[in-house]
């Protein structure tokens, strides 16, 4: 293995797994750190951790734990890769992880660049741009978990972190990986603008040789080249059995996406009072959904003035714990009774999802959306997609589920 990434949610992990293997390197994507060594001809490993809105210490443990088993896999590059929203709240994780990661690693200096520009993620004067909006405006100021209310990501660091956070402006970046060499400082993070791929590319040949780097799955585009990787597409075999759409994210694509998806297909919500009082029970979901025609949909998605008064009437890690759980327990249920096309919208949501499956090591298909490849529980006959709340177009249910059948 030469590439190793510590994920800090499930949805970002195939994420990533899909860039790295898009840029020809073998990859797995493992649920948790594995007991097991990897297979000996990988070249990236991917560990998916569910540790982004996890207690500090918790979700330092878990990634220092991922950071060994990959290092003892052979990875010679590590990458913590974090929500290209730059999801965290002032107290962290993501300052926090990337600190002991450093510490472990002896890396003096470590890159963060969240960039995604095929998603409209930028950073720029160390500013989180989503499409032409600042971070804090884009509508993640009323994230369920992570309101991001401060697009500075050298500000928003900074509170996460003792170490001091530098800046490689997009002027530098433009001049090529030399300058960008030249203008790293000593010791700290360096957030780095990128504007478009080239910069990110730009990045990845700067980087080479860097024990860690930090990033959305933007930053792994430019580092396969260093390892001498050649662009291919991930195979996919068929899987045609039946299907389910579980929604729990709450973000503006999800919602439309749930929208879009409800007018052509069964589909059913549940509501976080429904949840909490115990009326959704796992057994009346799964009957209602194995009766429907077609591919059914049960969401709870929600706008952000429903989930707020949610939050304030159960509190917030109460309400989004149930519902994690309910989604989890009905996709095992449904996977039993032979359900093997499961459409999983959320980081949350998918980290719940893929837990209650079991699944311990996914095998990564080509894309369905910029950032969301088709995957493969390994073992079984089970197809997932793992939507991160923000990515894929409307229609992406429908054609999520078409690509699993092979169209
Ligand atoms: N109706 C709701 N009210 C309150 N919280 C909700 C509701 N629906 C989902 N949630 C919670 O919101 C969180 C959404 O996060 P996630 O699944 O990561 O979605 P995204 O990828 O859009 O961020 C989850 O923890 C989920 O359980
Ligand atoms: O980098 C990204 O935006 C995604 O890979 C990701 O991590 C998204 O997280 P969720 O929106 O919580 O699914």
């Not at 493992?30 to 210490?57: C, F, H, M, N, Q």
């Not at 300052?95 to 960039?115: F, N, Q, R, S, W």
């Not at 998918?350 to 995957?375: F, H, Q, W, Y």
Request: net charge negative; with cysteine.
């Amino acid at each position: 293995m030469k590439i190793g990434v510590v994920a800090d949610d499930f949805t970002g992990a195939s994420d990533i797994a899909l860039t790295l293997a898009e840029a020809g390197m073998s990859t797995a994507q493992y649920i948790g750190v594995p007991e097991g060594p990897a297979d000996p001809d990988l070249g990236a490993g991917v560990v998916a951790l569910k540790s982004r809105t996890a207690p500090v210490a918790e979700a330092v443990s878990q990634s220092l734990a991922a950071c060994d088993w990959l290092r003892a896999q052979g990875a010679e590059q590590i990458i913590f890769k974090v929500c290209s929203t730059f999801d965290s709240t002032p107290e962290g994780n993501i300052g926090p992880v990337l600190d002991a990661l450093a510490e472990k690693l002896g890396a003096e200096t470590v890159i963060t660049c969240p960039a995604f520009p095929e998603n409209g993620r930028s950073v720029y004067m160390g500013h989180l741009f989503v499409g032409e909006t600042l971070l804090n405006e884009c509508g993640m100021q009323d994230h369920p978990l992570t309101p991001m209310t401060d697009a500075d990501l050298r500000r928003w660091l900074a509170l996460q972190s003792d170490q001091p956070v530098g800046h490689v402006s997009a002027r530098v970046v433009a001049a090529g990986a030399q300058a960008i060499r030249d203008a790293m400082p000593e010791k700290g993070h360096v957030i780095v603008d990128a504007i478009q791929d080239d910069d990110l590319w730009t990045i990845g040949a700067a980087a080479a040789g860097a024990r860690l780097l930090c990033g959305g799955s933007g930053i792994a585009l430019g580092l396969p080249a260093n390892f001498g990787a050649k662009p291919a597409t991930p195979n996919w075999a068929p899987v045609t059995g039946a299907g389910i759409v579980l929604s729990g994210s709450c973000s503006r694509a999800t919602r439309g996406q749930v929208e879009t998806y409800a007018a052509k297909a069964a589909s059913r919500e549940v509501t976080a009072e429904t949840v909490m009082s115990g009326a959704a029970t796992v057994e009346t979901l799964a009957e209602w959904a194995l009766s429907q025609p077609g591919v059914p949909m049960i969401y709870s998605s929600a706008d952000p003035v429903v989930v707020r008064a949610a939050q304030d009437q159960f509190g917030r890690e109460a309400v989004a714990g149930r519902i994690e759980t309910l989604f989890s327990d009905l996709a095992a249920h449904l996977a039993d009774r032979g359900v093997q096309r499961i459409v999983v919208a959320g980081g949350e949501t998918s980290g719940a999802v893929v837990s209650g499956l079991g699944a311990t090591r996914l095998a990564i298909g080509p894309r369905i959306a910029a950032g969301v490849p088709l995957v493969r529980a390994e073992g079984r006959e089970l197809a997932l997609a793992l939507k991160s709340g923000n990515f894929g177009g409307p229609d992406f249910f429908e054609q999520a589920l078409r690509q699993m059948e092979g169209a």
